[in-house]
């Protein structure tokens, strides 16, 4: 069992980020889960104290996701005035975009390397709106914002590329081929949790069970 503010894993029963869970309650001594995909979930013998802990943290993350995004506005009185070119003009145009400085001069590295340190600070903050440069552009703005994005661990040439559609479907099970019909199958979001499957008769799992679905992982794999 691991409960933290990331996951929700009891096994058998559940194992999935609070992202993929919308409500919870208890109805007859179970504790009942309500997933995004409308599946519900009933997990008998929970201890209260353990109820009352899952209600705390999922109260948390709730209250986590509603919180107003913060958006970077790139007021930096401490950082601008020691441009060359600094004052209320580079502080204004570094407020927008503005084309016809696509060709303007590059930031002094060692700002840029402060505004990307700057921008590690807040690198936790997930609900964090981070500006987007325009392409084969170096006026003020999108020099800035190419240097917060670093500091936040983007790559500004890659935020166009497209994504697998397979890369957005969330993972059950990671399946790991070990040797002539044998996998390990592990929990992605807890790595000690895993099961060895065989798949040549008898087929079994390290679970016990009969039609688990780690053996319908690995079958689906």
Not at 111 to 139: G, T, W, Y
Not at 147 to 158: D, F, K, R, T
Request: charged content about 25%; proline content about 7%.
């Amino acid at each position: 069992m691991k409960i933290n503010d990331k996951i929700l894993n009891i096994p058998p029963y559940i194992s999935t980020s609070w992202d993929n869970i919308t409500s919870l309650f208890t109805q007859n001594d179970f504790l009942v889960v309500i997933l995004k995909n409308g599946a519900k979930i009933e997990i008998p013998k929970i201890q209260p104290e353990m109820i009352e802990e899952i209600f705390k943290i999922h109260s948390k993350v709730l209250e986590g996701k509603s919180k107003p995004k913060t958006s970077i506005s790139f007021g930096l009185p401490s950082i601008l005035p020691s441009m060359p070119t600094a004052g209320l003009e580079s502080f204004t145009s570094a407020m927008q975009h503005n084309p016809e400085q696509k060709d303007a001069p590059d930031i002094p590295s060692d700002i840029i390397n402060k505004i990307a340190n700057i921008a590690k600070l807040f690198a936790e903050e997930a609900n964090m709106d981070i500006p987007k440069p325009v392409a084969n552009c170096n006026c003020m703005h999108c020099q800035i914002s190419k240097a917060l994005q670093i500091g936040m661990g983007i790559n500004p040439e890659n935020l166009d590329a497209e994504v697998d559609e397979k890369d957005l479907k969330f993972r059950d099970w990671d399946i790991i081929e070990e040797g002539a019909h044998l996998y390990r199958v592990i929990n992605p979001l807890d790595e000690k949790e895993h099961y060895s499957v065989f798949l040549k008769d008898p087929i079994g799992c390290t679970c016990g069970k009969k039609n688990c679905d780690h053996i319908k992982a690995v079958l689906n794999s």
